[in-house]
């Protein structure tokens, strides 16, 4: 018999967990959404955005100047990658568009380590402390994170829904020959949607970062994890993701109660595999009528 | 309406659109290649000291990118650093060595095939390095198949050199059963007697358990349960396994290196394990290059480990000073943070050196003096000194394995403090090995 009190702990670490994922996810779900692009280098925008955080932090020795000034950053390189390396493929086999970003998630991982070294950077959590959670003593922190992954997704749905960038960026997600005719300067879209993508990453990896330690190789298991999430909440769609994010991860953190740490990982692509089977445009997508 | 997005007349100006012309592609490709030529016509450094001698070529097998790149960067760094002495100095039999280097991203099968690179289309004459136990164990066979004689580096499962040893393949270094031995006495009578293993969920991981299940029970302690953490798990899964760490337990010991061991160590310090239980655990969990990272995380960490980068009695000897010296200056070359010495360089360099003192004593020449060279290195003893700084070292000849002193230390103001030193003799287990018949 599994005791209650555990499985409340997973549940929790499942909605955090939850967050923090679809924070990476709603970046990559916001770009496939608008670009029809299927971002491979998303998990090292998360990890470069992470390494900037740390030379920043390193600088000021503030946390939250750190996470702004990465953000800002990763905006900018993001804005600059998009008119570089993607926006030349517009219009071409979605193949192209994934060896591209394939292509930088190389370069960018590669550089990271010969930038940074192999040897894992420290940022410091701005929050310590602990609270009494059941048997375990939860980092208040890992609240924090949680919290402002919200408020940062929060944030973005707004500015989609009532900014008017947001409309444009609505609009060119619906139809963009048709945004264009409006006189909405879709290309530049485009970039300013990459941009704020990659921010997104940035401010995931800065916030993730004191938690494991800011390393080179940190962005594949998001990016796997956040196309699992994309795939099962619709590809797309912004809403759909962040379910999905804390749906699996609540699933992968309930199951590892029960099967080893090896097994409850495979829990997050059997709900992929399902999905692509019985409802392969998304669990969280309303059906078409 | 243009047919293709891009062609659209509002999108013309988003993007470079001059035109690339034959004459130019040709004369910036005949540039680009005069610049490689040349590049290529000047010798390497050790050349003009050796004049026409025919250099030793070494095929170094490494993770330089991929999830083990971190480790796999230092461990070429021992390599690289006992291969400029060797040169520095006359070379081996006035040959020098030529390190050929192939990355196998992390990755097992690529590992297998850049073995096969490395011995059919490179031809060299010896191989060395590893680092990942899972790819030990795929390249193995590789070296055994063209009879060439694989020098690991860093490996440390046990069944390289138990269940699946190989005539060709030497472990210079220790492995987990000797770690334990050393180990098990001083975890039961100075720190705990109940314990709970975390252990990475694969080859080397797996093995090193089940070595301190087995001495840990022998020396008077309990394992009172074992969770397995899969290898380059993501940090919301560890904090997930954390979270089911629970029972009556008063010692926690962790089995990980890299990125995981960070990882666990963050997540259980910050669901208060630490407060609950001693810490304590493979030296790889608190390698010289994590300690910066974790900071009071990891501070009264208790471990054992071949290698410390520390210099008090009995490492405060002139060759540990120059090894640990010269070590840091190339070690600041691929990290500016110029971290010490780890066990992964320590193990690479005295590999090459043992590689050295074989071929020296065995006249190597070639593949085709490959049992030669195992003759000689079969059984080998080595003392302390510039060539192995770390210790005394035997070779044992049934198995292939080496036995050493080892470490006992903990984490002391982000520092390893020496404990405790156990005698190379007193880590000796039976050798588990038979030898495939030629």
Request: glycine share 10%; aromatic share 10%; hydrophobic share 45%.
């Amino acid at each position: 018999m599994i005791p209650f009190d555990q499985i409340l702990v997973q549940i929790v670490n499942g909605l955090v967990n939850g967050m923090i994922l679809a924070l990476v996810a709603s970046g990559l779900t916001l770009i496939f959404g608008i670009m029809d692009i299927v971002n491979f280098a998303h998990g090292e925008l998360f990890m470069l955005g992470a390494y900037i955080g740390t030379t920043v932090f390193l600088t000021t020795g503030n946390f939250w100047v750190a996470l702004v000034g990465s953000v800002v950053a990763m905006a900018v390189i993001g804005a600059v990658l998009q008119v570089a390396a993607l926006r030349p493929l517009v219009g071409r086999d979605p193949l192209t568009t994934i060896l591209a970003t394939f292509g930088l998630s190389l370069v960018i991982q590669n550089y990271a380590l010969w930038q940074y070294g192999p040897v894992p950077r420290r940022i410091i959590a701005p929050v310590t402390g602990h609270f009494p959670l059941f048997y375990v003593e939860y980092p208040v922190y890992r609240l924090v994170i949680a919290l402002l992954s919200a408020a940062i997704i929060g944030g973005l749905y707004l500015f989609m829904k009532h900014g008017k960038h947001g409309i444009w960026i609505r609009a060119t997600t619906q139809d963009r020959v048709m945004a264009a005719a409006m006189g909405i300067p879709v290309p530049w879209v485009h970039t300013v949607v990459f941009a704020i993508g990659a921010a997104m990453a940035a401010a995931s990896g800065v916030l993730y970062g004191p938690t494991i330690g800011v390393n080179h190789a940190m962005g594949f298991d998001f990016t796997l994890r956040a196309f699992v999430v994309v795939v099962v909440g619709g590809m797309g769609n912004l809403g759909g993701s962040i379910l999905a994010s804390i749906f699996v991860s609540l699933l992968e953190s309930l199951a590892s109660i029960w099967v080893s740490p090896a097994q409850a990982i495979i829990v997050a692509f059997v709900a992929l595999i399902l999905t692509l089977l019985v409802r392969p445009t998304g669990l969280f997508v309303p059906t078409p009528k | 309406m243009a047919e293709r997005w891009q062609d659209e007349a509002w999108a013309k100006d988003m993007w470079w659109s001059g035109k690339t012309t034959r004459r130019r592609l040709l004369g910036l490709s005949a540039t680009a290649a005069g610049a490689l030529g040349a590049s290529m016509l000047v010798p390497a450094p050790w050349r003009a000291a050796f004049g026409q001698a025919k250099p030793f070529k070494i095929g170094v097998l490494q993770p330089l990118t991929g999830t083990a790149a971190a480790g796999g960067k230092t461990a070429l760094v021992g390599t690289q650093l006992a291969t400029d002495r060797i040169n520095r100095s006359g070379g081996i039999n006035g040959r020098p060595v030529e390190l050929v280097v192939a990355d196998y991203e992390s990755k097992p099968d690529v590992g297998r095939r850049k073995a096969e690179k490395l011995l059919v289309e490179d031809k060299v004459d010896i191989g060395e390095g590893g680092y990942l136990s899972n790819v030990c164990l795929a390249c193995m066979p590789v070296f055994e198949e063209h009879k060439t004689i694989w020098m690991i580096g860093v490996c440390l499962d046990t069944t390289i050199t138990t269940s699946k040893c190989s005539r060709y393949v030497f472990r210079p270094f220790d492995y987990a059963p000797s770690q334990a031995v050393a180990f098990a006495p001083y975890l039961v009578n100075k720190l705990a007697k109940k314990w709970h293993i975390v252990f990475l969920d694969y080859a080397w991981g797996q093995t090193t358990r089940d070595a301190y299940v087995e001495q840990i029970k022998k020396a008077g302690g309990e394992i009172v349960g074992t969770t397995g953490i899969l290898l380059g798990a993501p940090a919301d899964t560890v904090t997930s396994s954390v979270s089911n760490i629970r029972g009556n337990f008063d010692g926690v010991f962790a089995i990980m290196f890299g990125a995981n061991a960070v990882t666990f160590t963050n997540a259980a310090y910050e669901l208060g394990l630490f407060k609950k239980a001693k810490y304590a655990g493979d030296g790889a969990v608190a390698e010289s290059t994590h300690l910066a990272t974790l900071g009071q995380k990891i501070e009264g960490f208790t471990g054992v480990n071949r290698y410390i980068p520390v210099l008090t009695k009995p490492l405060d000897t002139p060759a540990h000073k120059k090894f640990f010296d010269e070590a840091r200056v190339k070690l600041k070359q691929i990290d500016p943070s110029g971290p010490d010495p780890d066990r992964y360089v320590q193990s690479n360099f005295e590999a090459m050196n043992f590689l050295k003192l074989g071929i020296q004593k065995s006249g190597f020449r070639d593949r085709e003096d490959s049992m030669k060279l195992i003759e000689a290195l079969e059984g080998m003893e080595v003392k302390e000194g510039d060539d192995f700084p770390q210790g005394d070292k035997t070779l044992r000849k049934e198995d292939h394995q080496a036995f050493l002193r080892q470490f006992i230390f903990d984490i002391h103001n982000n520092k390893h403090r020496l404990l405790e030193v156990v005698a190379k003799d007193k880590t000796v287990v039976p050798p588990a090995c038979t030898f495939a018949k030629a």
